[in-house]
């Protein structure tokens, strides 16, 4: 196996292990034997647990010696909850490391240098935009900004409505597009909407399975505005923990937020557009269902844009077939 194959098996270890490593990033390894065949894969564990390059080697044993790892991040050089992941590659025996990205963290960084010095081969940059627009694309935003990554989700008719004239909006994407957003909610630390949006739709904002029960994470439940909300509201009930943020300032919304990591913004039009004025939203998930609807119920309003010279530019970094719907994955162009 080559190590961009290797790093696709990483890659994918990481992403099953997402919003459970926290403040840990959720990366992924892969050890390859002398002969280039998979010896070990892992996925970092939760926090106090070893990181994803021990348990790979761990299943690898002995094959690991005179072998390859591939690393989704740098491996770390420094004693947390846990020691230094090169101690542990050192041991092993291993001869070569690949990875993707650098650790910005300049407490865990300097990994690749002090194997560079053990004699190992290092190779950076493997798939780099794969991992970091992948798995670690919200850690790295929170390790660079001290913020957290906020996406905006939504889900609109192909002529841009989130609702039918009368106001009906269940549902507009399909069955698979909607687990997809629930899996997503499952991985998110914080999903955040406005008061009106509880007033018009009482979200319960949960992450539920296909078969409806509740999954093992919930996110925190945000709500955000001025306004009192009911004590009956379904956002209040104990399935998850739940924020009232009482302010109309996206900033003051994210640096309140600013111990998680990953959060989803799910609010109405009002709330979108001022977090798009605010320049705080990070990438856009747009779940584009094929009807039309017309009428005046769009999923954002004003974003401060008059002309088309204005606009907001952003450019897709992924184009996804869910069922008959498409996701859209937009990032600031």
């Known amino acids: 196996m080559n190590l961009e194959a290797a790093m696709r098996l990483a890659v994918q270890q990481a992403e099953k292990v997402k919003g459970t490593t926290y403040p840990n990033p959720p990366v992924g390894a892969v050890i390859l034997d002398r002969d280039g065949e998979v010896a070990g894969v892992g996925a970092t564990e939760p926090p106090g647990g070893p990181h994803a390059e021990v348990v790979a080697l761990r299943r690898a044993g002995e094959r690991a010696a005179g072998g390859t790892a ?3 991040l740098e491996p770390c050089n420094h004693h947390g909850r846990t020691p230094p992941c090169v101690d542990a590659l050192v041991a092993a025996g291993v001869s070569a490391v690949a990875y993707a990205v650098a650790d910005p963290n300049p407490i865990a960084a300097g990994g690749a240098a002090r194997l560079a010095e053990e004699g190992m081969a290092v190779t950076a940059g493997v798939l780099a935009d794969a991992v970091a627009g992948g798995p670690l694309r919200e850690w790295l935003h929170k390790q660079r900004t001290g913020l957290p990554h906020v996406t905006w989700k939504f889900a609109t008719s192909v002529d841009g409505r989130s609702a ?3 106001g009906s909006s269940q549902w507009i994407t399909s069955e698979a597009a ?3 957003v629930h899996r997503r909610r499952a991985v ?3 999903i955040v909407v406005g008061t009106g949006t509880v007033f018009v739709d009482d979200p319960a904002l949960t ?3 296909p078969d409806g029960t509740l999954a093992d ?3 925190l439940r945000v709500v955000v505005g001025e306004r009192e909300i009911s004590h009956e ?3 209040l009930n104990d399935d998850s923990r739940t924020m009232v943020i009482r302010t109309r300032d996206p900033h003051e919304v994210v640096k309140a937020l600013s111990d998680r990591t990953d959060v989803l913004l799910e609010g109405g039009p009002t709330l979108a557009g001022a977090f798009l004025r605010a320049g705080v939203i990070n990438r856009i998930l747009a779940y584009v269902a094929p009807i039309l609807l017309g009428g005046p119920i769009t999923a954002v309003d004003d974003v401060g844009v008059l002309s088309i010279a204005h606009a907001q530019r952003w450019r897709f970094d992924r184009i996804e077939p869910i069922g008959p719907d498409v996701l859209l994955s937009l990032i600031p162009g």
């Open 70 to 72: 591939v690393v989704a």
């Open 164 to 166: 039918a004239a009368d």
């Open 178 to 180: 909607r687990a997809d």
């Open 188 to 190: 998110a630390d914080a």
């Open 207 to 209: 992450a539920r399975l």
């Open 217 to 219: 994470r919930q996110p």
């Open 233 to 235: 509201a379904r956002v």
